[in-house]
């Protein structure tokens, strides 16, 4: 196991797969977006923060985690998640269940491809409503760094 994919800024290093979860760790670079806003209809996720500040976006309430700290992403929450400071960002990402961990691995090579269908067509598969358009007013309101997919 161990294979690592990238989503755009985004590190997957998978740890544990399987059910009833799955433990991936992400890394991201200083001021990058991990994620749109996005809704899972099947998955909670929890995030446990190694190095670094991240910042989430939890429904209508803004967080930031430290070492130590965890974030709660319960299914059904809207929610969009970022490195908040000017370090590399490490957490520990609890998956479950946790078959949505594949996800990330079909969806690189589609981002890569800039194949915006396929990348929906991936997220319906899993049940998952993500919106792209969101990327821009989340890098302005949090002083992200991001180059906005064409």
Do not use: C
């Not at 590190?11 to 749109?36: I, K, N, Q």
């Not at 998952?128 to 992200?144: C, K, Q, V």
């Amino acid at each position: 196991m161990n294979d690592v994919v990238y989503l755009f800024d985004l590190g997957t290093r998978y740890l544990v797969e399987g059910d009833p979860f799955a433990l991936v760790e992400h890394t991201l670079p200083p001021r990058a977006l991990g994620s749109p806003l996005h809704r899972h209809a099947n998955e909670d996720e929890y995030s446990y923060v190694l190095e670094g500040r991240l910042g989430a976006q939890l429904g209508g309430s803004v967080v930031e985690a430290g070492p130590g700290e965890l974030v709660q992403k319960p299914r059904g929450q809207e929610h969009a998640f970022w490195n908040a400071g000017d370090e590399p960002l490490r957490f520990l990402e609890i998956i479950s269940p946790g078959g949505f961990a594949q996800y990330f691995r079909e969806l690189a090579p589609v981002l890569a491809a800039a194949d915006h269908d396929g990348a929906q067509e991936i997220a319906a598969r899993y049940e998952l409503e993500i919106d792209f358009s969101t990327i821009p007013l989340l890098a302005e309101r949090h002083g992200l760094n991001v180059e906005v997919p064409a």
